[in-house]
């Protein structure tokens, strides 16, 4: 079955945070490093997409507990793997390794848990937002400045998709943006891609908007931000991450009258407590959830930082037999 007919039929569940679990398993510098990078110059630990190589076993485990707890969009561990985020751990020339393997590492949980199911699943090759940001000056003194450039980031971008595709994707995820700019030089570079290797895949965009204001990071409304990415025909336009449920539901409302495609949402597990941690219960989360899709609001829902596998099979479970968000008819 293709994402299309699926979308046409029900609520499409998407996975919940990937380092969320990664924190469960205590790993130490050691365990990061594996043999192969065990003399490497610098400290690793914190680099999580490196773990697809290093950990290939813990990431296919976490997938599968995805799987098993309803999701049909299950998201590569790539959020930083890229050449600008990889610069952090001098690990830049992996970046393409990293990409495939963290593809080939959730392809064989979907192979695994085939074994197990008929439902469908697709594996979503997940693209982060880096951490720079073309729109913004990191010199307060010179605003003028940008730490990188249009071409550097399509650039990076660029070999991400090839190492995603190549590792067998089904989707291509660009997330989390916090500049609509970034975004347009991953649109770029994956239309790029698609169009010299002869490819054709889903693309689907999600954004995050920072606080109740309602804008991106960079200052850009939610309706100006999907205006500025909907030439790019992607198959799904969403909100994930910064906002619990609560509060990212006013947003997805108003994205959800004005999106000519599917809409998804995968909020945090409520706002960060004191010490940084998401206190949302599994019942909380799906109940917030089955509200919008009772409301009509949206095609594909699962979680971000703070959801574990408890959540989704909540949300699943939630959401199973509500008619999804019926398309806007095209003037």
């Known amino acids: 079955m293709t994402l299309q007919k699926l979308l046409q039929n029900q609520i499409v ?4 945070a990937m380092g969320t679990m990664i924190q469960r398993h205590k790993l130490e510098e050691a365990d990061y490093r594996g043999e192969r990078f065990k003399d490497w110059h610098c400290d690793v630990k914190g680099n999580n997409d490196l773990l697809s190589i290093t950990q290939p076993e813990i990431i296919k485990s976490i997938h599968l507990e995805y799987l098993r707890a309803g999701a049909h969009i299950i998201e590569t561990n ?11 751990y001098e690990m830049e020339e992996i970046s393409f390794e990293i990409n495939e393997a963290a593809a080939k590492c959730a392809k ?3 192979d695994e848990f085939a074994k197990e199911s008929d439902r469908p699943t697709f594996v979503a090759g997940a693209i982060g937002p880096t951490n720079k940001t073309l729109s913004l000056s990191p010199d307060v003194n010179n605003p ?7 071409d ?10 090839a190492g995603l595709v190549k590792g067998g994707v089904d989707i291509i995820m ?8 970034n975004a347009k030089a991953a649109i770029f570079a994956t239309k ?14 999600s954004g995050t908007i920072t606080d109740n204001s309602g804008r991106t990071l960079s200052g850009q409304t939610l309706d100006a931000f999907y205006y500025s990415i909907e030439h790019a025909q992607p198959i799904s336009v969403g909100l994930n991450c910064a906002l619990g449920g609560e509060q990212m539901k006013p947003f997805l409302s108003n994205l959800s009258r004005i999106a000519n495609c599917y809409v998804s949402a995968y909020p945090n597990a409520g706002l960060p407590n004191a010490m940084g941690e998401y206190d949302e219960t599994p019942e909380i989360t799906s109940n917030i959830i089955k509200n919008w899709a009772e409301e ?7 979680g971000c930082c703070g959801t574990t596998p408890p959540h989704i099979q909540s949300i699943a479970r939630a959401v199973e037999n509500i008619t999804p968000r019926k398309l806007k008819e095209l003037a």
């Open 13 to 16: 569940i998407i996975d919940g």
């Open 78 to 88: 790539t959020f930083n793997g890229q050449v600008i985020s990889m610069a952090d």
């Open 108 to 110: 064989a949980a979907c």
């Open 144 to 150: 003028g400045y940008r730490a990188v450039t249009f």
């Open 152 to 161: 550097e980031i399509e650039n990076a971008y660029y070999e991400q998709v």
């Open 174 to 181: 660009i997330e989390t943006i916090f500049d609509t700019l």
């Open 192 to 205: 790029r891609f698609f169009d010299e290797n002869n490819v054709e895949l889903p693309m689907m965009i």
């Open 296 to 302: 009509g609001l949206i095609n594909i829902v699962g």
